[in-house]
């Protein structure tokens, strides 16, 4: 998407983003990856094109996962942008249930290939419903996915209206979608019971708000927006207070 497409909300601690998957391509991103001298844990995270029909989204996330598998760590599955025209209708039942049997055959089949298991997991939205988390949960389970990474950024503007840039189109991050994200993970830890592990990310600019992720059923957390507003000190923090 055209600049500026990044909004600090800073009344509430929040961004808004419209970026839209804005990079020079998979091949790209490779090279980048190979060049690199980074030697920890790398997600590698895979969406469909903005051009791309929903019929043939599919063919997107194998090609972007072919690709990336012999260098990721784990592969993210992201059907949960909000800022690619209709990719969250991934997360509906019978779509969902369809991608995740497709993209699990050739997880399988490029485990043989390379001679190394690489784990994916599943990124989903905080604007869901407590019967939708459950199918997406149930779905999970039935397919063998990985992980579930809980939450991309939302939709929702109730919590900062009024506020400079609250209105700009794109999804919010940061502290105002906290307690959604933390919803959707409790949710989620009710019905996976364990059986698939929980990255919980969403509104974590604090040491508390990580324990708040963990003990709601998260078992790892992520950081972004946090980073934006605390600066590295945060991850030393959420290590402290998780430790």
């Not at 469909?48 to 043939?56: C, S, V």
Request: hydrophobic content about 40%.
């Amino acid at each position: 998407n055209p600049k500026p497409r990044l909004f600090r909300v800073r009344e509430a601690q929040g961004i808004v983003n419209r970026f839209g998957f804005n990079n020079l391509g998979v091949d790209n991103l490779i090279e980048n990856v190979k060049a690199a001298k980074f030697k920890g844990v790398l997600g590698i995270n895979i969406g469909k094109n903005f051009n791309t029909p929903m019929e043939n989204a599919v063919d997107d996330y194998l090609i972007c996962m072919r690709k990336v598998y012999a260098y990721a760590s784990y592969i993210t599955v992201n059907i949960s942008s909000p800022n690619t025209k209709n990719l969250r209708a991934l997360q509906e039942k019978d779509a969902l249930s369809s991608l995740l049997a497709t993209l699990k055959l050739e997880q399988t089949k490029l485990a043989n290939q390379h001679g190394k298991y690489v784990p994916v997991a599943l990124k989903i939205a905080p604007d869901l419903e407590q019967e939708q988390v459950n199918e997406i949960a149930d779905l999970l389970m039935q397919h063998k996915i990985d992980g579930v990474i809980a939450t991309n950024t939302t939709l929702a503007r109730d919590m900062v209206q009024g506020m400079e840039h609250a209105e700009e189109t794109g999804g919010l991050s940061g502290a105002p979608v906290r307690e959604k994200s933390t919803l959707v993970i409790q949710q989620l830890s009710q019905r996976l019971q364990g059986a698939v592990p929980i990255i919980g990310v969403g509104g974590i600019l604090s040491g508390a708000d990580a324990v708040e992720k963990i003990a709601a059923g998260a078992d790892l957390v992520q950081v972004y927006s946090g980073l934006i507003y605390k600066g590295p000190k945060l991850v030393h923090e959420i290590c402290k207070s998780l430790g």
